[in-house]
């Protein structure tokens, strides 16, 4: 690899690349935290939330599906793009039921972290108060979608991960909703187990397991002693954790204890 040429500046700070990198790999990769919410880096990133958004060249773009390239000047912390951020992340808590005292995604949930990072103080805008029924059918996996923020993490992961394409995104606009595919599009008719991806992967509130409330006691989750930025490890992939299925364990959601007690509800029911 010619070291020189896969290099470009974040904030006038150097950042070596791997060519097929995007800006958002390369940067987590180097250690730098650019803040976005539906990249993972299990999955291929598909650039709807926009939160990732930085200039490149002057040019905005989603850093989470821009190539890295040799040379190139990309801002990110900077005080303008962090309050188009804010009002983002404000978007998104009116849109939705974000109301994180009375919720079990609590210090494990990446809204909630964003918003602290982007220190929003307030919602600023009027709460659409959505109502949104609550899908309890299924035996071990809650679905909430009051707390959506259509990231389609679950759509990506069943799909691409478990092979079962149990969630998909239905409409358009404000329509836009996450649907289950099951005959009566209820959760607990579909191929949906405790155990696959899409049943852990969500950011927020939205897909939780049952049964597994307040293992980790708040104070103890994952963003409590550690701010989102400081953990470009794991936001990367580097380390073991990418994300934790809600339990509150703060474990990634294959190997947390919430979901080995879940699996083994479910075996034993
Ligand atoms: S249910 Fe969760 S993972 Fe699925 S789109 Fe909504 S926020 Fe994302
Ligand atoms: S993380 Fe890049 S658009 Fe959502």
Known sequence: MNEIANRFN?????VDFEPGQTILQAALAAGVFIPHLCAHPEFTPHGSCKLCTVTVNGRSGSACTIAAM????????????????RVLLQMLFVEGHHFCPGCEKSGNCTLQALAYEMEMLTPHFAHFFPDRPVDASHPDVLLDLNRCVMCELCVRASRDFDGKNVFSLAGRGMASKIVVNSPTGLLGDSDLAV???????????????????????????????IPISAQVGRLSGATAESGC???GSGASGGGCGATASATVAQKEA
């Open 70 to 85: 040799p040379g190139m000047d990309v801002q990110s912390d900077t005080p303008e793009l962090n309050s188009r951020r």
């Open 245 to 247: 299925c809600g339990c």
């Open 10 to 14: 974040i904030d006038g700070g150097p």
């Open 195 to 225: 155990t696959d991806r899409a049943a852990t992967i969500c950011p927020v509130g939205a897909i939780l397991p049952k049964r597994v409330g307040y293992k980790v006691p708040i104070g103890e989750r994952l963003y409590d002693p």
